[in-house]
């Protein structure tokens, strides 16, 4: 598999441009947005013009991107306050890697130029401060080469020389030579079944500051009812919260995103839970935004382990949450 694509410097002459040339305010993201990365990304038609679908995503990645803009600029000043590393995101199960281009069209240090004059701008005759851009490093992990091959030659015709491209499942990608020791920042949008579960792993074991999740299907747990279902079935009343298949699978989801919260607040983030964007737009709408403060909570471990244990599903101790296995009483 090839790991690696990064954009080469070659092109970067006759991109620049591309990505600060017109810019406008789409979909909720006021403060610009480069029209040729839209069109690029197939979000925008060639005539500028946005489809249903189109509409749906771009509102979703950029309510997001609103939503992540404090906590990263908060991050960035710790990340950056030795002035050497900048802010390193990365982003799981990235797809067509829009989230990755379109946080780094808005913030990454590529723009400084092209975003800080349009902030002086449209800022500072309200009387707000301007906002800086900020020197960020964006590495989308994706397991479908193919998508990566198109991002990593889509950042080389913008320039964006910050953004790397990785293909390799989330699982591996922490052992990557490319990836650093400790990472700021982990996103992952619409990650299907445990792809969610790699990337909450991923970002404790890189140390990362702030994650955001929307997690999509889940199939894991889901499963682990199933097979326990007619144990449980005779010996509590829970067990009709999974009796029939539809709520197996909608108790499968909810449950997991409950434990992924619990083990996180274990672990010393402390989480919040909200929707996305509102109903309409998408059914897989919870994101999750945890922020590590060290905090360990005892209890989020014992309850943890005490809703594996009420609903059969033990083995997820070992494969997904074997970490608070220290915080426990023998
Ligand atoms: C539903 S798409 C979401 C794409 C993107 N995040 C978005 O919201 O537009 C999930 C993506 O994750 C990728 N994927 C699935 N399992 C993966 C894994 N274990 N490691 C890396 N990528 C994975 C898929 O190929 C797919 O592109």
């Not at 947005?33 to 839209?38: C, G, I, K, R, Y």
């Not at 579960?197 to 997690?215: G, M, N, R, T």
């Not at 935004?289 to 060290?294: E, L, M, P, Y």
Request: proline share 4%; glycine share 6%; net charge neutral.
């Amino acid at each position: 598999m090839n790991t690696s694509v990064t954009p080469s410097k070659g092109r970067a002459k006759a991109a620049r441009p591309l990505a600060q040339h017109a810019r406008l305010d789409v979909e909720g993201l006021v403060g610009q947005q480069s029209v040729a990365l839209l069109k690029a990304l197939h979000i925008l038609t060639r005539e500028g013009q946005l489809n249903q679908d189109s509409r749906r995503k771009l509102k979703q990645v950029n309510h997001l991107v609103q939503l992540m803009e404090g906590p990263l600029r908060e991050c960035a000043v710790g990340a950056q306050s030795d002035g050497l590393h900048p802010l390193t995101l990365v982003d799981h199960g990235a797809g067509k890697s829009y989230l990755g281009f379109i946080l780094y069209d808005r913030f990454g240090s590529q723009n400084a130029s092209a975003h800080l004059a349009t902030s002086l701008e449209s800022k500072g005759a309200e009387g707000e401060p301007a906002k800086s851009a900020m020197a960020l490093q964006v590495f989308c992990v994706e397991s479908r080469p193919e998508l990566v091959e198109k991002s990593a030659q889509l950042a080389r015709e913008f320039g964006f020389t910050g953004m790397k491209f990785l293909n390799v499942l989330s699982h591996d990608a922490g052992a990557l030579l490319e990836m650093p020791a400790t990472v700021d920042v982990v996103t992952a949008l619409h990650a299907c079944d445990s792809l969610s579960d790699d990337a909450i792993e991923f970002a404790v074991s890189k140390e990362a500051k702030l994650i955001f999740l929307v997690p999509c299907c889940q199939a894991e747990t889901a499963a682990l009812l199933k097979s326990n279902r007619a144990l449980f079935i005779n010996k509590t009343p829970l067990a009709e919260l999974w009796r029939h298949p539809l709520h197996t699978r909608e108790l499968g989801s909810q449950l997991t995103n409950v434990m992924r919260c619990l083990y996180l607040e274990a672990l010393g983030y402390v989480v919040t839970v909200t929707e996305l964007v509102g109903w309409e737009h998408s059914m897989k709408n919870e994101l999750m935004v945890a922020k590590f403060t060290g905090q360990k909570k005892k209890l989020a471990a014992q309850r943890l382990v005490e809703l594996l244990g009420q609903f059969g599903l033990q083995p997820l101790l070992e494969t997904r949450f074997s970490r608070i296995k220290e915080h426990l009483p023998p």
